[in-house]
Every structure is written in structure tokens, then in C-alpha cells.
């Protein structure tokens, strides 16, 4: 009988509360800094009267500066996968997190108020995914690049 070894198995790295909060934070502000930074980007006021008016007012107008989310977004994914590369894709899907969970906010304050708001809601959110989901395959390049970086 032919007996395999196998590498123990290691347990997944624990996520620090501190590159948690930094994964979520850099999410929301690709979406937040992008509108209020590009001069003539705030044309459209938030709908209704929003619980978190500075947020649904960069969303409402995230698509006169789309470009610069999306890249942000993208170069902000890197980041994390070079800087925490075991880590890689927990840290990348939080960076949807926070910007979901003040639109999600946002929308049960509206719908409280007025049941016909928000009727496009899934579009909301799958643009919420496209201006931040680059972070992902970000992520997934930083962590090579990280590996690479270290065979030299």
C-alpha cells in the first residue's frame, strides 16, 4: 500500500479588522469622489429626500464620470491583491460592500416614504457591481503580480 503525503492544509488568512475597513472605505470612495471631484459632474440632484443625501447625490450622478469609478475600481483592487495577496478576493468583494450597504439604506428610507420609488432597484445595484466589481479581476492581477514580484 502506497501511502500519499499531503501538505497539511493551512486555514484561510484571518482578515484584520483594519484592511477590512480599508477594503470597504477605498470601495465607496471610487464611487463617492469620483462625481464631486470632476468639475461639472454634480448635475443631477439626489431623487426624493434621501437618508444620506452626499451619497445618493454622487450616485445619481456616477455616469457623467463613470470611467474614472471603474479604473479607480480597478487600480484600488490591485492595490489590495499586491498588499494582501492570500487575502485577494474577500478583500475585493468588500469593496462593494459599504457603497451597497448606504445605497441599501438609502433605498428602504425612500421606499418608506414614497412605495413607488426605486422601481428600476436591480439596476441600482448592477451598477453598483460594474463601477465597483473591476476591483475583483484588480484583486486577482494584484496577487500575481505580487507572486512575481517575489520570484525575483
Not at 501538505?7 to 464631486?36: D, F, H, K, N, Q
Not at 453598483?128 to 512575481?148: N, V
Given at each position: 500500500?502506497?501511502?500519499?503525503?499531503?501538505p497539511e492544509s493551512t486555514p484561510p488568512p484571518r482578515l484584520s479588522p483594519l484592511?477590512?475597513?480599508?477594503?470597504?472605505?477605498?470601495?465607496?470612495?471610487?464611487?463617492?469622489?469620483?462625481?464631486?471631484?470632476?468639475?461639472?459632474?454634480?448635475?443631477?440632484?439626489?431623487?426624493?429626500a434621501p437618508l444620506i443625501p452626499w451619497f445618493a447625490v454622487a450616485f445619481a450622478?456616477?455616469?457623467?464620470?463613470?470611467?474614472?469609478?471603474?479604473?479607480?475600481?480597478?487600480?484600488?483592487?490591485?492595490?489590495?491583491?499586491?498588499?494582501?495577496?492570500?487575502?485577494?478576493?474577500?478583500?475585493?468583494?468588500?469593496?462593494?460592500?459599504?457603497?451597497?450597504?448606504?445605497?441599501?439604506?438609502?433605498?428602504?428610507?425612500?421606499?418608506?416614504?414614497?412605495?413607488?420609488?426605486?422601481?428600476?432597484?436591480?439596476?441600482?445595484f448592477a451598477m453598483l457591481a460594474f463601477i465597483c466589481g473591476p476591483a475583483i479581476?484588480?484583486?486577482?492581477?494584484?496577487?500575481?503580480?505580487?507572486?512575481?514580484?517575489?520570484?525575483?
Amino acid at each position: 500500500m502506497i501511502r500519499h503525503e499531503t501538505p497539511e492544509s493551512t486555514p484561510p488568512p484571518r482578515l484584520s479588522p483594519l484592511w477590512i475597513a480599508v477594503a470597504a472605505v477605498a470601495g465607496l470612495l471610487c464611487v463617492v469622489l469620483p462625481p464631486y471631484l470632476v468639475r461639472g459632474a454634480l448635475t443631477r440632484p439626489a431623487y426624493g429626500a434621501p437618508l444620506i443625501p452626499w451619497f445618493a447625490v454622487a450616485f445619481a450622478n456616477i455616469w457623467s464620470c463613470w470611467r474614472i469609478s471603474i479604473i479607480s475600481s480597478f487600480l484600488i483592487g490591485v492595490g489590495l491583491g499586491y498588499a494582501r495577496p492570500r487575502s485577494w478576493l474577500p478583500l475585493s468583494c468588500l469593496t462593494v460592500s459599504l457603497a451597497a450597504i448606504l445605497n441599501t439604506a438609502n433605498v428602504i428610507h425612500d421606499a418608506m416614504r414614497d412605495r413607488s420609488s426605486h422601481n428600476l432597484l436591480p439596476f441600482e445595484f448592477a451598477m453598483l457591481a460594474f463601477i465597483c466589481g473591476p476591483a475583483i479581476p484588480g484583486a486577482f492581477i494584484g496577487r500575481k503580480l505580487r507572486g512575481l514580484a517575489n520570484l525575483a
